[in-house]
């Protein structure tokens, strides 16, 4: 089974550039779900898609961020324009729906951004 | 407000011996608890999971303790080894009614080094 894909791996901007990342989640996983994470932090949800549909995006700076998840199933992640405090590794996860405990979220291997 | 810590950023192990991580909650509505291990230049993988109305829960070398009266639960990886050598995430759910897995709040995590 095919693990969550991430693109790009490395990203480096300069401030005030914008950036757009993507994400496949694993085939027939229904919740799709964006973490930022700063470094010596740990994750911390953006926001957490069901489908095609905004679960949660309270945590998301909606002045600067945006995602979609066109069809329910790959997704992208846009900041426009970055600042310096946006550099951080960039996480997708994702995982079956429903509320059983065994299903539990698979992780990218993440997208490092830079903001110089 | 750092609903979950990490208090410790570093623990050093001998080969075979015992590591315990722990971690610290504030939220008396996280329901279920979770640790994810982190690999560099790697996503976070699931590890072992608790709920709210246990205590123990026990996979193999891994162990994760609950103490709901002190809002502490701590990681058992007995006998360590190298290859446990990692950052390890604690995470926090509260559960969102319904079907809803709810949100993950995570730690700061722990760097882990198991020498030989």
């Known amino acids: 089974e095919a693990g969550v894909a991430q693109s790009p791996r490395y990203k480096i901007i300069e401030k005030r550039q914008s950036v757009a990342f993507w994400c496949n989640p694993i085939?027939?996983?229904?919740?799709l779900y964006w973490y930022q994470q700063i470094l010596g932090q740990g994750p911390k949800l953006l926001i957490q898609?069901?489908?095609?549909?905004?679960?949660?995006d309270s945590q998301l700076p909606k002045d600067r961020f945006s995602a979609e998840r066109l069809k329910g199933v790959d997704s992208t992640l846009k900041i426009q324009p970055a600042k310096l405090e946006d550099s951080a590794v960039y996480l997708c996860a994702s995982r079956l729906a429903g509320r059983s405990s065994y299903n539990e979220q698979f992780f990218g291997p993440g997208t490092r951004l830079t903001v110089l | 407000d750092q609903q979950v810590k990490q208090n410790s950023p570093s623990l050093s192990v001998q080969e075979g011996r015992i590591s315990i991580l722990n971690c610290d909650y504030t939220n008396s509505m996280f329901d279920y608890f979770l640790w994810y291990k982190k690999y560099p230049a790697e996503g976070p993988t699931f590890l072992i999971s608790i709920s709210s109305i246990k205590d123990k829960n026990e996979d193999g070398r891994f162990t994760v303790f609950l103490n709901k009266s002190a809002k502490h639960l701590s990681l058992h990886i007995v006998p360590s080894q190298p290859g446990d050598s990692a950052v390890y995430f604690c995470a926090a759910r509260v559960y969102a009614g319904g079907t809803s897995y709810g949100k993950l709040t995570f730690g700061q995590g722990t760097i882990l080094t198991v020498h030989p």
């Open positions: 898609f069901q489908n095609n549909g905004v679960v949660d």
């Open positions: 085939s027939g996983h229904a919740t």
